[in-house]
């Protein structure tokens, strides 16, 4: 795009109800947040299980801040590998149960590391369609024969792998859709890359923390095989940043040498990782937030059972609203908006065209008071 043709490609994203605005925040991450000098009931964070203002965290990273500094420095690989990290990449393949993790700087980073350093030109990649933008730009920077599957479709997949001639195969999933809520296939899916002699990749970014008592996807389906690749973002449940991939000692051997996202990247800040090793800890004692989670889901999908629009109810805490038109869904953010309750309207290229939603996210730290106002407050928007 040329200089002077933005400001007509805002305008028309502005026209097509699809400009995006950052808001600036003045609070910490939390159910209640202030906004633009305004406090709202927020359903719009990833933070499920309410640990990313945790005091427990925060002590962590303070004291591992006067312990080990803020900055890195340079990557691990030129200025030296924390052993604060290696502690936390151990703790967290052992919580997965994985032989060995590695940290990257974002899911994005991750996904991009390890998808560019197992396929490469003459390989394929197959990915399903409503896969995180993230894993399409990993699998288009390959250079591998790019496939998409439609969502969740196992026959479709097994067709494709059927036909390509490719040396190397990797299929693509998110374990949980990060706009539907919904959940891949898990299980099927490794059948078939066992049959047909392929990698199965899995972002489990919003399914870390939540299914398998904590312990992700890998746990709640019993998917510790050598074929598969395990990616879990610490910026969601976790409530931390970052992001690391689990597997084989051998495969994170692997990525330290050939993964560019990682090689090429400053390290981490040091302090993270015992705000991680926190979380984990978490985790695990205080199962009563996933709990939490579940009961709000299931009064969040009786309240919507007999209202004109659509609940795409899971049993994670994504619950998507279809309303449809791009200009509708902005119409009910800023309704709900309008009385205190803060729940973003997405629209395409985020989601498909036509199934432009509110996508409601339900936190541990949302109090069964908290899910009233919200119903309330739908019941006022959407009647």
């Given at each position: 795009?040329?200089?002077?043709?933005?400001?007509?490609?805002?305008?028309?994203?502005?026209?097509?109800?699809?400009?995006?605005?950052?808001?600036?925040?003045?609070?910490?991450?939390?159910?209640?947040?202030?906004?633009?000098?305004?406090?709202?009931?927020?359903?719009?964070?990833?933070?499920?299980?309410g640990?990313?203002?945790?005091?427990?965290?925060?002590?962590?990273?303070?004291?591992?801040?006067?312990?080990?500094?803020?900055?890195?420095?340079?990557?691990?690989?030129?200025?030296?590998?924390?052993?604060?990290?290696?502690?936390?990449?151990?703790?967290?393949?052992?919580?997965?149960?994985?032989?060995?993790?590695?940290?990257?700087?974002?899911?994005?980073?991750?996904?991009?590391?390890?998808?560019?350093?197992?396929?490469?030109?003459?390989?394929?990649?197959?990915a399903?369609?409503?896969?995180?933008?993230?894993?399409?730009?990993?699998?288009?920077?390959?250079?591998?024969?790019?496939?998409?599957?439609?969502?969740?479709d196992?026959?479709?997949?097994?067709?494709?792998?059927?036909?390509?001639?490719?040396?190397?195969?990797?299929?693509?999933?998110?374990?949980?859709?990060?706009?539907d809520?919904?959940?891949?296939?898990?299980?099927?899916?490794?059948?078939?890359?066992e049959?047909?002699?392929?990698?199965?990749?899995?972002?489990?970014?919003?399914?870390?923390?939540?299914?398998?008592?904590?312990?992700?996807?890998?746990?709640?389906?019993?998917?510790?095989?050598?074929?598969?690749?395990?990616?879990?973002?610490?910026?969601?449940?976790?409530?931390?940043?970052?992001?690391?991939?689990?597997g084989?000692?051998?495969?994170?051997?692997?990525?330290?040498?050939?993964?560019?996202?990682?090689?090429?990247?400053?390290?981490?800040?040091?302090?993270?990782?015992?705000?991680?090793?926190?979380?984990?800890?978490?985790?695990?004692?205080?199962?009563?937030?996933?709990?939490?989670?579940?009961?709000?889901?299931?009064?969040?999908?009786?309240?919507?059972?007999?209202?004109?629009?659509?609940?795409?109810?899971?049993?994670?805490?994504?619950?998507?609203?279809?309303?449809?038109?791009?200009?509708?869904?902005?119409?009910?953010?800023?309704?709900?908006?309008?009385?205190?309750?803060?729940?973003?309207?997405?629209?395409?290229?985020?989601?498909?065209?036509?199934?432009?939603?509110?996508?409601v996210?339900?936190?541990?730290?949302?109090t069964?008071?908290?899910?009233?106002?919200?119903?309330?407050?739908?019941?006022?928007?959407?009647?």
């Open positions: 795009m040329r200089p002077d043709q933005l400001d007509a490609a805002l305008a028309a994203l502005a026209d097509d109800h699809r400009l995006r605005q950052r808001h600036a925040l003045h609070t910490p991450q939390g159910p209640r947040v202030r906004i633009g000098g305004r406090d709202y009931l927020a359903f719009a964070s990833n933070d499920y299980l640990l990313a203002n945790h005091p427990a965290l925060k002590t962590a990273m303070q004291q591992a801040i006067a312990d080990w500094g803020v900055g890195a420095g340079a990557s691990e690989l030129v200025a030296g590998h924390f052993a604060i990290q290696q502690q936390a990449e151990a703790a967290l393949a052992d919580w997965v149960g994985c032989e060995a993790a590695l940290v990257f700087g974002s899911g994005y980073a991750a996904n991009l590391g390890v998808i560019t350093s197992l396929v490469g030109r003459g390989d394929a990649v197959f399903d369609k409503l896969n995180h933008a993230s894993l399409n730009d990993a699998c288009v920077l390959s250079r591998a024969d790019f496939q998409r599957f439609r969502h969740s196992l026959d479709h997949l097994a067709t494709l792998l059927q036909k390509t001639p490719a040396r190397t195969r990797l299929i693509a999933v998110d374990a949980v859709y990060s706009m809520g919904d959940e891949a296939p898990l299980r099927e899916l490794l059948a078939l890359a049959r047909y002699d392929a990698w199965l990749y899995l972002d489990d970014a919003h399914g870390f923390g939540l299914l398998g008592n904590g312990r992700g996807a890998l746990a709640e389906y019993a998917l510790h095989h050598p074929r598969v690749v395990y990616m879990a973002t610490l910026g969601k449940a976790a409530g931390v940043a970052g992001a690391f991939v689990a084989s000692r051998a495969l994170v051997q692997w990525l330290v040498n050939s993964a560019r996202t990682y090689i090429f990247t400053t390290a981490h800040p040091p302090a993270q990782a015992a705000a991680v090793m926190a979380s984990l800890q978490l985790m695990g004692d205080e199962p009563w937030r996933r709990e939490r989670i579940q009961q709000h889901i299931v009064t969040l999908a009786s309240f919507m059972q007999d209202k004109s629009l659509h609940l795409r109810s899971s049993r994670s805490p994504i619950q998507a609203i279809i309303i449809g038109s791009n200009e509708a869904a902005v119409s009910y953010s800023m309704a709900l908006r309008e009385q205190g309750v803060w729940i973003p309207a997405i629209r395409p290229p985020t989601v498909p065209a036509g199934t432009a939603r509110l996508r996210s339900l936190t541990a730290g949302h069964e008071d908290d899910i009233k106002a919200l119903l309330a407050a739908l019941d006022q928007a959407i009647g």
